[in-house]
């Protein structure tokens, strides 16, 4: 049965009315019990009944007379862990136990009804009581590491009423579930359920192997005293003590400091700064941070409500920290309780990057660094002044100087930086076991079957590689043998990798001059400035027929098409998201003519349409093959073909492909948790819903502005083209350049596509939230706007 604090006792919860003794019979006891003549004053206390004894010398004392209700199994165990932390770490400010006259810890006395209560004396701790709005920076990091200290002093104490079951204990969190109900508001109640949910599914099953020990389990600021210089100098109430993870005195501590602030984070990061000076918080703490701050806000409320229906008379008192904690869950509720245990596991690691940060070289050097060692033909740094940048989390990248940028470019982390559930999977399975395909593994059959689920009936077999471009090369090797034919069709400025087999394939990066004889171009279905335009009639219909005019041109060359590479998106010819018609008969023409079509996926799929999980889908058609990369591990290096097991047979009787590092176990982890997390955070409804609504602002812009022409694509991959004018679409690629700068200078990456280099490319992680496409909306404009005055001026 629990008492009315959360604990587990025999007594029932009505039995447990704090002692009442009076304040001459309290000052009567320390002296027959203790020695000490003095006079003693009630202090307040919800369970025991505390006194302040000031002796004849005008030293102050604590008496405390336990509930009767206490297990005096636990109690001994307060007082040996005192005793404990007094030894380990004597400068922790604890109070330290004073001996009975008979030179024990404590003595027992019954009260009128024959109950028996447990006295203890202690020294008396200096300081006052302060809130989280009272600590600045400074203050916020001597708690932090205060807690850590806690910790560490408690490391090695063993005591077997350790074990003990209290609720506020976290790891019982999810037995509160039944109090859900006594949450009259529906709002809050599903914001409690979510949460809830949510600590089930991603904390419960990881708690059992995180650091445990005991724990002081209450390090809040209504117990700790802090002296005038804001640092701690008192630390009481061990009443909550147990054996839980370690890590779960920093989230408690956290909730104490964070409910008040206006920027619960900051408080946060500066306390988790404090406590990672003094102990090195543990991956798979960091990870569990967040969850178990919400797990704290739900058992204040939990608890709280299950009291007061208990206790109706005492509503008040007991729902004061309640009405904080509501107020810091619907935050967090707000912002997404993903997005919160990322920001503090980042917090958790940003400890670390800034102190080997004060290591790093400035930018200068690594430029110099980077021209001495890395090829002249490396791709060149992205913007006029290069970012150097240290740390990623969700939306948000981090260069040296601590300037954050909201990441509007980068499809590879598709699920948000250094999501957890990634890093997680990728650093267990480098603990356990790397290897190759050649030995049964069961992550690579687990992640080949759940791709094949997301396709079109007909493509399920897989091969994996490392790299888009290998997956496409592989393709081009599987269709040439299936097919024996040699020509490729591909887009005019189609991308599809950096192969031999591939470049080929790929005219963005063709030379000057160059055009492999095995290779047709057709024009992208550019509605807006091509050669066929959205105004006139059947214009989809009209690009597709370019594709059986390129068949015909191959086929009076003497070759024969092996297959079309589509990237259904055309993110490097501009971004177009034509009707489903031009890719229905397009795809037609290629196969009557025995080609086959690959569907590159690597920047347009896992999601990011909003609409399906490929691109291709959004025209309904099937085709041979599927490539897949960039995104599938979130970073994490690992690429695949799908394809029809006619063909992968076909080549399979004649030879066979091996990729050594192609689906080893790590990446195959990375792969699959990167699944679990679009599915679990619903990331492709997500690229559907806040794309959609960043569109919308975005052609509200374009209403405003001249000069910018379309704004096009599908869910979160958009290309807002920029011309010198509405009517003559004239390319602006100058303007492209500098709006890109601006919005970096602006904290805001963005990118720029399309044979002329005019398209501004959005295509951000698949987290993005709408107030930060706000964000990008607005960074845009004002950016146009900035460079469009000058341009005017300078034109004048
Ligand atoms: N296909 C497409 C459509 C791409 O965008 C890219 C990379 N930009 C590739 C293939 C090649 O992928 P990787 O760089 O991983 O080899």
Same mark, same amino acid.
């Given at each position: ?6 604990? !587990? ?33 009630? %202090? ?7 006194? @302040? ?98 910790? #560490?002093?408690? @490391? ?54 995180? $650091? ?28 909550? #003590? ?31 700064? /404090? ?13 569990? %941070? ?46 997404? #309780? ?55 989390? &969700? ?25 957890? $559930? ?34 079109? +009936? ?11 471009? =290998? ?11 299936? !097919?024996?034919?040699? &020509? ?13 087999? !591939? ?8 030379? =000057? ?19 066929? @335009? ?75 349409? /909003? ?44 030879? +066979? ?22 599915? +679990? ?22 209403? &405003? ?19 010198? +004018? ?71």
């Amino acid at each position: 049965m629990n008492d009315a604090k959360g604990r !587990t006792t025999p007594a029932g919860p009505l039995e447990t009315t704090p002692p009442a003794f009076s304040s001459e019979e309290a000052a009567a006891f320390a002296k027959r019990l203790f020695g000490l003549t003095g006079v003693a004053s009630s %202090l307040d206390s919800e369970r025991d009944q505390n006194l @302040r004894v000031v002796s004849d010398e005008g030293v102050p004392y604590l008496l405390k007379i336990s509930n009767s209700a206490d297990d005096s199994g636990v109690i001994e165990m307060q007082t040996q862990a005192l005793l404990h932390i007094i030894r380990a770490l004597p400068d922790l400010p604890v109070m330290r136990p004073l001996p009975t006259l008979d030179g024990g810890l404590y003595a027992t006395l019954e009260d009128t009804v024959g109950n028996g209560h447990l006295v203890r004396l202690f020294t008396f701790l200096p300081g006052r009581m302060m809130s989280s709005v009272d600590l600045d920076a400074q203050a916020l990091g001597w708690f932090g590491s205060t807690v850590a200290r806690m910790g #560490l002093s408690l @490391r090695g104490f063993f005591h077997p009423a350790g074990g003990y079951k209290i609720l506020w204990d976290l790891k019982h969190t999810a037995q509160l579930r039944p109090f859900v109900d006594l949450v009259s508001d529906d709002e809050r109640r599903s914001i409690c359920k979510r949460a809830l949910d949510r600590f089930e599914q991603h904390a419960l099953p990881a708690l059992p192997g995180l $650091r445990g020990q005991i724990i002081h389990n209450d390090l809040t600021l209504d117990n700790v005293l802090l002296d005038d210089a804001r640092s701690v100098s008192g630390i009481v109430d061990f009443g909550d #003590l147990t054996h839980s993870a370690l890590i779960c005195d920093l989230a408690i501590a956290l909730v104490s400091l964070m409910w008040e602030r206006p920027d619960p984070f900051e408080a946060a990061e500066a306390a988790i700064a /404090g406590y990672g000076s003094v102990l090195l918080i543990e991956d798979e703490e960091a990870d569990l %941070l967040g969850d178990l701050v919400s797990a704290r806000l739900i058992a204040l409320i939990l608890i709280a409500n299950w009291r007061v229906a208990l206790y109706p008379e005492n509503t008040n008192y007991i729902t004061a920290n309640a009405e904080s904690a509501w107020g810091l869950l619907e935050r967090f509720d707000a912002v997404g #309780l993903s997005r919160v245990a990322r920001r503090l596991r980042a917090a958790c690691k940003g400890g670390g990057s800034s102190r080997s940060g004060a290591g790093c070289p400035p930018t200068e050097d690594l430029l110099e660094r980077r021209r001495n060692v890395l090829s002249p033909a490396l791709s060149p740094l992205s913007y006029e002044h290069p970012l150097h940048l240290v740390r990623g989390e &969700g939306i948000w990248m981090f260069d040296r100087s601590g300037n954050r940028y909201l990441d509007a470019y980068n499809n590879v982390p598709v699920v948000g930086y250094s999501h957890p $559930r990634v890093s997680r999977a990728i650093a267990d399975q480098s603990r356990t076991l790397n290897t190759n395909t050649r030995y049964l593994h069961r992550s690579v059959i687990e992640l080949a079957e759940r791709i094949v689920a997301t396709m079109p +009936d007909g493509l399920d077999t897989v091969l994996f590689v490392n790299s888009g471009s =290998e997956a496409n090369d592989v393709a081009w090797r599987l269709a040439t043998a299936y !097919t024996g034919a040699p &020509g490729a069709i591909v887009t005019a400025n189609a991308y599809h990798g950096v192969t031999t087999a !591939t470049l080929a394939l790929s005219p963005e990066e063709w030379i =000057e001059g160059e055009l492999p004889a095995h290779v047709e171009r057709v024009p992208a279905p550019d509605g807006y400035r091509g050669i066929h @335009r959205r105004e006139s009639p059947d214009w989809a219909g009209r690009y597709a027929r370019h594709l059986g005019e390129a068949v015909t041109r191959m086929q009076s060359r003497g070759i024969e098409p092996a297959a079309f590479y589509v990237d259904s998106l055309f993110t490097s010819d501009g971004i177009f998201a034509p009707p489903p018609l031009y890719l229905q008969s397009g795809v037609d023409c290629v196969r009557q003519a025995g080609g086959l079509i690959v569907a590159d996926e690597v920047q347009s799929g896992f999601g990011r349409t /909003g609409a399906h999980m490929w691109s291709f889908q959004a025209a309904g058609i099937v085709p041979d093959f599927v490539t897949l990369g960039k995104p599938m591990g979130n970073g994490h290096p690992i690429a695949a073909v799908v394809t029809r097991t006619q063909i992968a047979e076909r080549f399979a009787s004649k030879s +066979d492909i091996f990729s050594t590092f192609g689906g080893n176990p790590v990446a195959s982890r990375a792969g699959l948790a990167v699944l679990d997390v679009l599915e +679990d955070e619903a990331l492709q409804e997500r690229a559907g819903e806040v794309g959609g609504y960043l569109q919308e602002k975005l052609k509200e812009l374009m209403r &405003g502005h001249e000069s910018i022409g379309d704004v096009r694509g599908a869910g979160l991959m958009i290309g807002v083209e920029l011309v010198e +004018d509405a009517k003559e679409r004239r390319p602006h690629s100058r303007l492209a350049h500098a709006v890109m700068n601006r919005m970096k200078d602006k904290g805001v990456l963005v990118g720029s596509t399309g044979p002329d280099g005019n398209v501004l490319k959005i295509r951000p992680p698949l987290v993005l939230a709408t107030a930060e496409a706000d964000s990008i909306a607005g960074k845009l404009r004002d950016s146009v706007v900035d460079l469009t005055n000058v341009e005017g001026r300078t034109r004048r």
